[in-house]
Structures are given as structure tokens and as C-alpha cells.
């Protein structure tokens, strides 16, 4: 019954309509492929279109391609520390403990026996000598170790040092000798440098006196004065800037409004008591240099040892105000 029905139905169809039905698949076939060409040309044309792969440049292609193909990204450079100032006393900065002191040498006179005793730093080597004058620091052999003398140097280089503290000038305050005062620190802080290289050394600028208690106690006989003490203390500066070690400023941190010792700070205007002492230890602990800020690119050379020279006449005598045992001066 299908297979009628169907034979029927095409027999209606006759020759005009076979050709029409042939034209109209002819025509779609057609448009189709036109339509494929359209969006195929479109895809290639897109900027969002999938790029062609290809294969990865080789090491002749990759140089091919200029220096900025395969120079490595910019790092911008770390911003240069600044240089140490050796013409200004050292800044204040956060304050270390005592255990920084441990590897110190603190080399002065009685004013600093004082201050290893009273002011508790508890640490350090002291090497030094009541009395002691700079004139003096390379021939006085003032300190016994085992059962042999040394001077104060030479007791500096029987061991290494991380530091190397110096403060003396009280005991020369009375002695008008500005320019042999210059030439003695240069010399000492060559000869400090040359037994403890690797050490920083710290100049320490002369704490002021007080007159009136100084004339109370002996008359100031030796006569002591701050306008001279602050001639001392540039030249050590002087001294410091140029041979590039650090200058402390202790005149500043102790002077009052008259630029005298305060009153009450010392039993005879001279030597600090414990409180003054104590005082003294804050300064140190807040102005230290690295020894790596201070010579990045390694310390400056030491001055060559000088040959022998003829004697020369001996200067006009001088009064020395330097005493046996410090109890005056220092």
C-alpha cells in the first residue's frame, strides 16, 4: 500500500518541475558556498582572530631581532649612601647597649679612669694614665703589664681593638703650644691607626672646666681656661678631619649658659663626678659610627713611618701643667 501510494505521487511530477527542483538545489548549493567564503574572510580579517601558529624562533632568529630582544629588564640602581662629613662632630643616632664597648681601648688621662670607674659602661680596656700629657703618649711608660713597661701605644697594639676612644688635652690647657697640641693628636691618631687598622677612632673634644670651683679648690694655679680648652678642641676637630677619624662633640653636651662646667658636676671643677660620668657614657652611646660608613672603600693609607732625623735645638722651656699623680689636672 506504501509502494502505491509513492508511485503515484511521483508520477505526478513531471518534467518542467524535475527542472525547477534542480535550479532551486543548484542555487542553495550556491549561496551556501558563498556564505562560507563570506565568513571564512571575515575570521582572517578580525582582530580578535586566533593567529597562526608557528613554530618558536630559534637562536639565530632570536639574535636577529636586535639587542633589546634579549637584554635583560633594567634594575634601577640603589639611591648612593652619602659620604661620612669628617669635618662635623658625629650625628647623634639610636643609642647601643654597653656590649658595644666591649672590643673598645678608652686611652686618656685621669678624667677617664673617671669615667671607666663611675660611669658604669662595665666593659672596655682602660689605658690610661693620671697625668698623662699628648705631648707625652709615645715616650711616658705609664702602664705595667705582666712585669714590663709599656706606653700607653704601646699597650694599645698587645691587642686588637674594634674601637679605639681618645681624650686628652686637660693636662696641656695651661701650655701655649697650639700648633705642637695639632702635630701631637695628628701624630697619635697615625700611630693609633697603624697597630689597630681596622679600628674606628674616636677623638673625644675636651669637657669644659669650672673656673670657680677650679679656684676654690687650688686657686687654678695651672691655669685652666675654657676659652683655651675650646682652642683645644678645634684643633683636635682639625685634627680629626684630617686624618678621617670621628670627632665627638662633648663640650656641647656639657657646657651650661656660660660654656663652663655646670656647678655640682665635679668635686674640684675638673674631675666629673658619678652623675657626670654617667652622662658621659649617654653621649657615647648615641654618636657611634659603623666602621663601613666611615671608609666604604677601605680605610685612608697610613702615614709612612718617618726615618730618623737629625735632632733639632730643643724649643724654649714651657710650664707643664701635667702632675705625677692627676689629682689637679688630670
Not at 657615647?284 to 709612612?304: R, S, W
Request: charged content about 20%; aromatic content about 10%; some cysteine.
Amino acid at each position: 500500500m506504501p509502494n502505491v501510494y509513492r508511485g503515484k505521487h511521483l508520477a505526478q511530477i513531471g518534467p518542467k518541475h524535475v527542472l525547477r527542483y534542480l535550479c532551486a538545489a543548484i542555487l542553495v548549493v550556491a549561496a551556501a558556498a558563498a556564505l562560507g567564503f563570506y565568513l571564512q574572510s571575515q575570521s582572517l580579517h578580525s582582530p580578535n582572530a586566533t593567529p597562526q601558529q608557528n613554530p618558536p624562533p630559534t637562536e639565530n632568529t632570536a639574535a636577529s631581532a636586535g639587542p633589546s630582544a634579549s637584554a635583560a629588564p633594567q634594575v634601577p640602581d640603589s639611591p648612593a649612601v652619602p659620604a661620612y662629613d669628617f669635618s662635623q662632630p658625629a650625628p647623634e643616632r639610636e643609642a647601643v647597649d654597653n656590649s658595644y664597648f666591649t672590643d673598645a681601648a678608652f686611652v686618656g688621662d685621669s678624667r677617664t679612669d673617671g669615667f671607666m670607674l663611675y660611669s658604669g659602661v662595665g666593659t672596655g680596656k682602660n689605658l690610661t694614665s693620671n697625668g698623662l700629657s699628648i705631648f707625652k703618649l709615645d715616650e711616658r711608660k705609664s702602664l705595667t703589664v705582666g712585669d714590663k713597661e709599656y706606653t700607653l701605644l704601646e699597650a694599645l697594639a698587645l691587642e686588637e681593638y674594634g674601637k679605639v676612644y681618645l681624650c686628652l688635652g686637660i693636662n696641656e690647657l695651661g701650655i701655649y703650644r697650639d700648633n705642637d697640641f695639632y702635630e701631637s693628636y695628628c701624630s697619635a691618631i697615625d700611630q693609633i691607626r697603624r697597630v689597630q687598622p681596622n679600628a674606628v677612632i674616636y677623638i673625644q673634644g675636651l669637657i669644659p672646666v669650672n673656673i670657680s670651683e677650679v679656684e676654690n679648690y687650688n686657686g687654678n694655679k695651672y691655669g685652666l681656661s675654657n676659652d683655651h680648652l675650646r682652642v683645644y678642641n678645634d684643633l683636635m676637630r682639625q685634627a680629626a678631619e684630617e686624618k678621617q677619624v670621628v670627632y665627638l662633640d662633648l663640650f656641647s653636651a656639657f657646657a651650661d649658659e656660660n660654656g663652663e662646667l655646670p656647678q655640682g658636676a665635679s668635686r674640684d671643677g675638673v674631675h666629673l663626678g658619678k652623675d657626670a660620668c654617667m652622662k658621659w657614657l649617654d653621649y657615647l652611646k648615641t654618636h657611634t659610627v659603623d666602621f663601613d660608613v666611615l671608609y666604604p672603600n677601605g680605610p685612608p693609607a697610613m702615614e709612612p713611618t718617618q726615618p730618623d732625623q737629625p735632632a733639632e735645638p730643643p724649643a724654649p722651656a714651657q710650664p707643664d701643667t701635667s702632675t705625677a699623680d692627676g689629682s689637679v689636672s688630670g
